[in-house]
C-alpha cells in the first residue's frame, strides 16, 4: 500500500513554540507509520526553515538542537516549498502567528496543498483576540465590553479602576499574560507586557469558573462539541504554562463539568454555533467562563488545540472511548478505523505509576507517557494500574491516567464506581458517537468502572511489571523486595542497589571507598533537622568551606526538598520549611533565584549539606552557545543500560538550569529543561567524554547497578573528571526524558518505544 506523505509542521519564533515541539512529538508517536510517509519541517526563531530527523522531536526544548541546525537540514525558500508541494497533507502544530492567524494556511492554500484545520479567514478572526470579540458581540453572544487594543507606542487611556488582565493581541491564554490589581499598578508596570509582541489586549479581570470544551467537524460537516472540561485550582485562579503543562494538585479538572446535563447541553449548543460563526473546520477549542450572573463569555477561540500527551483534545476524545491515534485519524478523515478486539497474542504488562512520595505527580507523567508508547507495541499490551497515596491498586482507564495528578484520579475513581454517574457517561458516550457518525459498539468496551487489585493477584496473572514510579519505597528496594518474593520481574537493578543509590550518603560512601580514578562525590555533612541552628553553621563553615551549599534530604528523590544557600538567613529559612508541614516552599522564599520548590512528603529528620560546585555558563538565547568559564565543571547526567557485566554508558547530556539549581520543571516537564547531547565541541574535549563514559560505567559496577539508571555529575571539559551527585535507578521516562534523548546520539540511535522493549526484555533478564 502506497503511503501517505504528511509533514508535521513545528517550531516557529513565538513564546510557545517547546509546546508546538511538544505537540510535533505526541502526533509523530501516535501516527500510523504503515500509513504515513513524516517529514518534520521545523522554523527557527529567525525565521529560518529546516527538514529535520524525527529523532530531534524528542528533544526536551528546541534549544537543545537549534545552535547546530544551520550545520545541517536547512532549506532554502525554494526547496522548502517544492518539500510542502511533495506532500499529501500537512499537519501544522504551531500555537500562536502563522499558524492561528492564517499566514500558513494562505502559503498552504497558494501552493494547492491539503492541510489539517482552519482556514485562512477562520484563523485571522480568532487569532486577533479583539476582532474575536467583536465579531462574538456581532453574533449575540456575550462580551465583557470595556476591553481595548493598545500598541506600545501609545499612550495608555484613562482607565476606570479595577483589576485588569493585559495580554499579547495575537499569543497564546497563559503566556506573556499579566495580571495588574488596579489601574496605578498597570499603568506601572505596562511596559513587561510588551514581550512578545507589540500589541496587547486590557480587559476586565473575570472571576467566573473556567473551562474548555473541544468542538470536532464531522463527515457532514457539521460541529460536534464534547463533554466540556472544568478547571479548578486549589490556590490562584491563573491558569499559568505550570497549571496546565506540569502534573500538579494545583490544578483539577473534571470532564463532564460539574452540571447537569441540560446545561451541559446548552453549553455544547453554544459552543457549535461559536464553531459556525468563525467558520472553522476540522476541530477547535474553544476557553470559556461562566460569569457571576450564569452567562457564558467565550475568552478564547483557539483554530488548533495542543496535541501534547494529555491534553483537552484527548482528554475529552478518550471519554468516548477513542485513542490518541483514533482521534487524530478522525481529525484528518472524519471516520476511525475498525478495532481487532480477538484475543491478542500480545504479552500483557502491568504499568504502575503514582504512590504518595513528593515525585507521585512525575510518576504520573513517566506512566502515561510509557503506557502511550507501548499502546503502539508489536509485543506487549499495557495495562495502566495506579498506586494511590493510601497504598490500593486499581486498574483505570485511559481517560482516567490523562488526568494531571494522583489526587484528582483517586476522586475520579470514586465518582466513576458511582453507577448512576457511570452510567450518565455511557449514554453521553452513545450520543456523541452517533452524532459523530461512528459506531459506538466498536469503542464501548474502552470505558470500564475502575477496580482494584492486589500484588500477589497480580503476580498470579503477569510474569512482569514496568514500574513508573519515582522516590521513597518505589524507588528505595521496598517495592523491588516485596515483587521478589512474589517472584515478578521489573524494571530497573535489584534490592540492594535500589536501597544503596536512594541514600545519597551510602552512595557517597561506596564511591569514595572504590578510588575510582578521575571520580569522587561532593564534600558534605549529615546534620539533625531539629539540631541546634548555629552549631549546625559553624560545622558547615569548618567543614565545607564555600560560598554556597547545597541542602537536600538524604532518602528521596532528585527534586523535592532542594536547595541552595549561601548565608545563615538563607539556612534558617530553609529549616524553618523542613520544620513545618508545608508541601511547597514559594517562588524566591528563600532567596531571588529560585521557583516554587516541592517538599519531601514525610519527616526528614537528617539532611545532607553538600558544597556548592559552580559551573560554567552557557548562554543559547541567540541560537549559538555564548560559553563563559567560571570553573571547568559542567553539569550532566548520564544514562547506563545493559546487565551487570555489560553496563553500557550513553553519551553524557550538559544540564542547563535556567536558575543556580535545576528545578522539578526542568528535569520533567516538556519545553522547559535545556539538554545538550552530547555536550558540543570544541568546549569539551571527545577524549573527556570517552574518559566520563569509562568513569560512569565503573561507578555503575561497584553500585551494582543493572537494567537501566541515571547518573547525574559534574564533569571538568578538559580532564573528564567527575564529582557525582546522585544515581537515579528509576529515572523519569517523562515524553521528553533525556534518555531517550541520549539513545538517538548513539550510532545505532534507538527511538522510544523499541528501547521501552528493550528495558522490558532486561528486566526479565536482571
Known sequence: MKKTKLAIVTGWPSAERGIALNSARSLYDHLDKERFDITILYINPHYERFSIPSKQIYSNTPLDF???????????GQEWRQLIQQQDIVFPTIPGPFWEDGQLQQILEDLKVRYVGSGVAGCANTSDKMRCQEILAENNFVTLGNSLMHKKWEVLPQLNEGKRVVKPLHGGSSIGVHIFENV???????AQCFDQEDEVLIEPFCTGKEFTILVLENDQKEAVALLPTQIEFAHDTFF??????????DTIYSTPAHWDPE?????????????????????ARLDWRVLSDGRIWFSDINPISGMEQNSFLFQQTSLLGWTHRQTIEYVMDKKLASYDTSVSKKEAIPVVFGWNTAERQVSVLSGTNVLMK????????????????????YYIPLSLWLLHSVEEIETKIALWQDPNYFAQLLAYQESLCEHLHVDVEMWAWTLFVPYATSREEMAKKYSFVFLGLHGGDGEDGTIQALLDSLGMKYNGPWV????????????KKIIDQ?????????????????????????????????????????DDGCSAGIFKFSNY?????????????????????????????????????????????????????NLNIQRKVVSGYIEVTVSIIGLKDHIHALNPSQTIAAEEVLSVEEKFMWWTGVNLTPPPQPYVSVEAIEQVKQSIEKVSHVLWLACYSRIDAFMHTQTGDLIIIEVNTLPGMTASTVFFQQWLQEDEMIYPLPLIEKIIELGKQS
Open 184 to 190: 496605578q499598578d498597570l499603568e506601572k508596570n505596562i
Open 569 to 621: 538567613e538563607q539556612f534558617q529559612k530553609v529549616l524553618w520549611y523542613y520544620r513545618s508541614d508545608e508541601l511547597y516552599v514559594p517562588a524566591k522564599a528563600i532567596h531571588p533565584d529560585h521557583g516554587i520548590i516541592s517538599m519531601p512528603t514525610h519527616k526528614v529528620d537528617q539532611l545532607l549539606i553538600e558544597e556548592f560546585v559552580e559551573t560554567d555558563v552557557a548562554d543559547l538565547n
Open 240 to 249: 499559568d504554562y505550570r497549571k496546565k503543562y506540569l502534573s500538579t494538585t
Open 66 to 76: 537549534d545552535y547546530y541546525l544551520k550545520q545541517q537540514w536547512w532549506l532554502p
Open 496 to 507: 540492594e542497589a535500589s536501597r544503596i543509590c536512594a541514600n545519597k550518603v551510602d552512595t
Open 514 to 554: 572504590a578510588e575510582i580514578p578521575h571520580v569522587r562525590t561532593a564534600r558534605y555533612i549529615i546534620v539533625d533537622t531539629y539540631g541546634d541552628e548555629s552549631k549546625i553553621r559553624d560545622e558547615i563553615v569548618a567543614r565545607i568551606p564555600s560560598h554556597a551549599w547545597i541542602l537536600k534530604p538524604i
Open 374 to 393: 507501548l499502546q503502539n507495541s508489536q509485543k506487549y499490551t499495557p495495562l495502566p494500574i495506579i498506586l494511590t497515596t493510601d497504598n490500593v491498586l
Open 263 to 283: 446545561v451541559i447541553q446548552q453549553i455544547r449548543v453554544q459552543a457549535q454555533k461559536v464553531f459556525y460563526a468563525f467558520g472553522l473546520r476540522d476541530f
